[in-house]
């Protein structure tokens, strides 16, 4: 079955990490204003997003190398914790590979998901229980969502050079 998000997908996603792809490691780490997220954190908590995600689909558990990145997903994001992983240790390879791996787990799923990735109970990042299909709606769209994020910071006038 060919998946009707898969383009969504490729689409969203292609043009997230193309707005990382020349960052470097101050940039990845860089604040508009206190308290909000950096790019790097918004990458890292998309790839946990992500990981989270199709492990739920897959009705596999975290394996213990994600979990600290699946805790990007929520911690210091959606809720008031601070955020899993130190600025100074965001490094754009850090980025570069936390997105690669994620990227490399939701590419053969959202191409082409079975019944029961698509029927499958998954809890989301903000909370409710949805379904497979739904995970694949928001695995879609998030990049998307990001990337608008990104680029605005990027175009701020105090972003380092």
Excluded at 95 to 112: C, T, W, Y
Aim: overall charge negative; some cysteine; glycine content about 8%.
């Amino acid at each position: 079955m060919s998946c009707d998000f898969a383009a969504s997908y490729a689409l969203c996603r292609g043009r997230f990490d193309q707005e990382l792809a020349d960052l470097t490691d101050a940039q990845m780490q860089w604040r508009m204003y206190p308290g909000s997220l950096s790019i790097g954190e918004m990458a890292l908590h998309l790839a946990g997003v992500e990981i989270w995600f199709i492990h739920q689909m897959n009705g596999q558990p975290i394996p213990a190398e994600y979990q600290l990145l699946v805790s990007c997903a929520t911690e210091g994001v959606v809720n008031d914790n601070p955020f899993p992983i130190p600025a100074p240790e965001i490094t754009a390879a850090k980025v570069k590979e936390a997105l690669a791996i994620a990227r490399g787990l939701v590419d053969p799923v959202v191409s082409n998901p079975t019944d029961a990735q698509r029927a499958a109970t998954i809890q989301s990042a903000l909370g409710p229980i949805i379904d497979g299909t739904g995970a694949l709606a928001r695995i879609a769209f998030h990049p998307g969502y990001h990337h608008g994020q990104a680029y605005q910071m990027r175009m701020h006038p105090d972003f380092p050079a």
